[in-house]
């Protein structure tokens, strides 16, 4: 070690807790010429003579007509690369046209503000979203030629008054689709249909846009690209950015009682770390999962350091104002503030730069957000990045394979926008836009056309399908959820909607009496009003969660696929479930112990989804097969699957259900069922089941490592399990999870 | 009702980026749209709601004497509400403003600093006290 930024902490990472440590040495950038036709005054505003290799091959690819997702790491450059070839062609021809998409109100913010300092000519950018007063929309849509705005509006501000954007659309020339990677699960399954909306009518209009999407690190680019725009898109993946010397340290906290998997605070340990660095000069961001859990974190280190290194520590949410967050980015910048704890909700939209040194408590969830989040750390110099473990099985999972972390790539982006919970109104909505027929399974494909003949709605004519209803079908539905059933939360002293959830989740999350996170902050839900369909919290405080219980039965609908895999039936397919919340339990925040159980009374609801199923073999079950043995093995195997799906495709295990039963009464057999918890599916079981082999013995891996025995939250116990963990078999779990894998490796 | 739907207020500025840095970043005021002649840059920013308040000379004197205790102001002054007058006076002032006067409360209860922005503009910032 060379540099004096190693020397400042490697003594720090010593100990037991210390679950892997690596130093990722630093890497030139590779830079490639300018290109030749880059616009003569495009080139005089850049303030280098290269770029790097992914942003010319992005160039190249642009320039060739292709469309094109760049998949390259944090701060490399990604927005000059699809920037570029938009500016260039605008420089060429001002009545060029360009739209970007951006996640949130705050990411088109920032991107405004880029393009605003790079002063390039012929310009004309604007922001147009819901805040638009509505005598500039019109302005915007004549003049401006770089339109910012925001899938929802797209859905519905824009496309169902095309007419109005005909000039736009006419001169459509590149859409440009940022943070591609967040696009998925249900809300990637709609924009996936408002952009075949999109480039339909661009087509109407006579234009054929590009695509450019940029998007986090993931294993299937290519695959996104055409799930989410319809098109073949260049890969562009190599990244050439210089990358600083990184040591990336896995922390573990020290385990108290292995039965238990009880471990020591992650705060506690995050508070250690982060009073260290600061005190040593070093700047530093700690990104935790709740608002909670970071003031705690600001909390513990200020106790740990003296006054004057406190008085340079903030912690960081969303509560603030722009003004307020503005304030501390500008401290932290510049130096006045060494330490930040922020919530990883914020990943996203902060705008701090370079730091020294990122802490992440608790895996975030998928490994694009956590290399976001370590993006932080030493773009400057040696950086540090440290991943603190929670009891979580994925994350204690990762502390015994790092490779598993920070070698592969597996996690893939899945979305599907064909699930006909979701197209369905889309295809209305087009069919209102204009006449849906056999030309247009080019831009909507062919399940649109498919749907659009079963539709009662839409009236079959001699230009195609068009909307018979009154009203306007794009206002019916929004892009966040699969269906329209949904209750509203509301915060009952400032009337604040904080979010929409659909009725088959509502009974398990906002149950009178539940704690409800949202971004971080903890309610508590006082009221679910069935007939309203809202559910009205208050911020809450306590330190326990709940947990529900509730009854889940499964039937097969359809098997659409059946395969001899890991030497057993495995199926996927369309089934129906079944569950009525019937009780939930108040749990300890500090040791999960049971405070209280409290029955409910709830109606039962059922939905239609998307399962991968499996049907052991008599042989893989020898010894298991006798009650509870048997129940309590297949239970175990599948918490334990779904603990690990989130590896494979990127979703949280909330999306995730699962149902196990010794005799099903379609199959008459022990089988376990594992389903999207989406209404319809989007695609995430079907991932499982391409990959279920790699799926399987990453979990009898994660079972075997875990130092346990008899099962507990870092492996078979699951926080969101309808029966409350009783009947798990972890042992069991175990031989029939290596059962399975032997098969796999001995079958031809 | 007039056919005006919005006022306007433009300020030619001879340090464009410090004036980008005072107003958007500090302020903290949103890019509404960015665009350039031959040679020239725009940036609109959107500050809330506008409106155009008419004082004469004897109001405008007792305000300058409430805020500041002097007279200071041109014919033109902006004025922002916003959340907490007195914090963000501090930051302004740390992105280069210069402060005139303030905060002080005024008989109509609104909590006021009078600064200097760095391109010369007067600003006062208020805030409604509850």
Known sequence: MTTAGAATWDDLLDGEELAHVETVPATDARIAPLPEDLHPRLREILPFDGLYEHQRAAWDAAASGEHLILATGTASGKSLAFNLPVLDAIARNPKDRALYLYPTKALAQDQARALGELRAPNVRAAIYDGDTPGERRSQIRRWANLILTNPDMLHVGVLPHHDRWADVLHNLRYIVVDEAHVYRGVFGSHVGNVLRRLRRLAGVYGAEPQLLFASATIANPGELAAALGGVDATVVDRDAAPRAERTIALWNPELLDAELGLRASPLGEASRLMAALTTRGLRTICFAKSRKAAELIHKFTVDRVDSA????????????????????????????????????????????????????????????????????????????????????????????????????????????????????????????????????????????????????????????????????????????????????????????????????????????????????????????????????????????????????????????????????????????????????????????????????????????????????????????????????????????????????????????????TNVHFQTNRPTVFIYDGHAGGVGITERGFNAFEGWVSDTARMLEGCPCNDGCPSCVQSPKCGNLNEMLDKGGALTLLRRLVAASTSAT | MADVRELRLVLTVQDFDGALSFYRDALGLDVEAVWASEGGHVTLLSAGRATLELVDEAHAAEIDRLEVGRRVAGPVRVAFQVPDSGALADTLEGAGATRIAGPVTTPWNDRNVRLEAPDGTQLTLFTPVE
């Open chain 1, 309 to 660: 290194t406190g008085k340079r520590l903030a912690p960081y949410r969303a509560g603030y104002t722009p003004i307020q967050r503005r304030e501390i980015e500008r401290r932290l910048v510049e130096g006045e503030l060494l330490g930040v704890s922020a919530t990883d909700a914020l990943e996203l939209g902060i705008d701090i730069g370079l730091l020294d040194c990122a802490i992440s408590v608790g895996f975030p969830g998928t490994v694009a957000s956590l290399r976001q989040q370590w993006g932080r750390a030493g773009r400057r110099g040696h950086g540090l990045a440290v991943l603190i473990a929670s009891e979580d099985a994925l994350d204690q999972y990762f502390m015994r394979e790092p490779a598993m972390l920070l070698e592969r790539r597996v996690e893939a982006a899945i979305l599907d926008h064909a699930n006909p919970r979701v197209l369905d109104g889309h295809v209305r909505a087009a069919a209102f836009e204009a006449p849906v027929d056999d030309a247009d399974r080019a831009t909507l494909g062919d399940e649109a056309l498919e749907r659009a003949a079963l539709l009662p709605d839409l009236k079959h004519t001699k230009s195609g399908y068009v909307w018979a209803g009154r009203d306007y079908p794009a206002g019916r539905f929004g892009l966040r959820s699969t269906t329209p059933d949904t209750f509203t939360v509301v915060e009952a002293q400032s009337g604040t909607v904080l979010g929409l959830v659909e009725r088959e989740r509502a009974y398990s999350t906002v149950h009178e009496g539940a704690i409800y996170l949202h971004l971080g902050e903890s309610y508590l839900v006082r009221e679910l009003d069935l007939q309203a369909r809202t559910a009205v919290v208050t911020p809450y405080s306590g330190d326990y969660y709940t947990q529900a219980k509730k009854d889940t039965n499964t039937a097969i609908e359809e098997t659409l696929r059946t395969e001899r895999r890991c030497g057993l039936d495995l199926s996927f397919g369309r089934i129906s479930v079944t569950e009525q919340v019937v009780a939930y339990q108040k749990k300890s925040v500090r040791d999960q112990s049971t405070l209280e159980t409290v029955d409910l009374d709830l109606p039962e609801t059922s939905f239609e989804t998307e399962a991968i199923w499996y049907l052991p073999e008599r042989a893989q079950l020898d010894g298991l097969e006798k009650m509870p043995t048997l129940l309590g093995t297949l239970h175990a195997a599948e918490h334990s699957m779904i603990a690990l799906l989130p590896l494979w495709a990127m979703c949280d295990r909330w999306d995730i259900g699962g149902l196990s």
